[in-house]
T-cell receptor
């Protein structure tokens, strides 16, 4: 089983729509969770950390479900500029951060 | 505040050759992690360097080796290149290198092996 698994999508949504997707992880001892954003042929950039109680950053909301070992990302009021690949990141051990293969989101006008 | 810098940006090599990629971490960071990202895949962890030692290694053969210098910069070396080594190589820096420390990535080196 992969350490981190994501629905690859693509999620094609109109501007202004809400889109949400999940990521599952295999190590129940994982303590740190992040969402990164990666634009085509660019480096990943930190979007937000994911905290146990869930957290928001503007139009982005992240949730953690430890019992079912998944994290989610919800994007409200989608903008064209939100089109990207979203990478789920989980610590596999004390030092290593493991990445999912990414979920592609395309926002259309 | 300088971010993570990698060189070169692009590289074309022939099977069997050797390559060295370089990375300077973000100012104030002491830990460097290297990732390989094939097209359409997520970044795969190669190894992490902290205090000039390889602290953690992913599932990569010994052909992949690295080094960290006293100024925290790092090199990734790949020997006996294979076609399958063609990928984007990402360097990421962090502080302390603990699993709860977010990574800051450089622009990457795109390696093509022919």
């Amino acid at each position: 089983r992969k350490e981190v698994e994501q629905d690859p999508g693509p999620f094609n949504v109109p501007e202004g729509a809400t889109v949400a997707f999940n990521c599952t992880y295999s190590n129940s001892a994982s303590q740190s969770f992040f969402w990164y954003r990666q634009d085509c042929r660019k480096e990943p950039k930190l979007l937000m950390s994911v905290y146990s109680s869930g957290n928001e950053d503007g139009r982005f909301t992240a949730q953690l479900n430890r019992a079912s070992q998944y994290i989610s990302l919800l994007i409200r009021d989608s903008k064209l500029s939100d089109s990207a690949t979203y990478l789920c990141v989980v610590n596999s051990n004390d030092y290593k951060l493991s990445f999912g293969a990414g979920t592609t989101v395309t926002v259309r006008a | 505040d300088a971010g993570v810098t990698q060189s070169p940006t692009h590289l074309i090599k022939t099977r069997g050759q050797q390559v060295t990629l370089r990375c300077s971490p973000k100012s104030g960071h002491d830990t460097v992690s290297w990732y390989q990202q094939a097209l359409g895949q997520g970044p795969q962890f190669i190894f992490q360097y902290y205090e000039e030692e390889e602290r953690q290694r992913g599932n990569f053969p010994d052909r992949f080796s690295g080094h960290q210098f006293p100024n925290y910069s790092s090199e990734l070396n790949v020997n006996a290149l294979l076609l399958g080594d063609s990928a984007l190589y990402l360097c990421a820096s962090s502080l302390g290198g603990q699993g709860n420390s977010p990574l800051h990535f450089g622009n990457g080196t795109r390696l093509t092996v022919t």
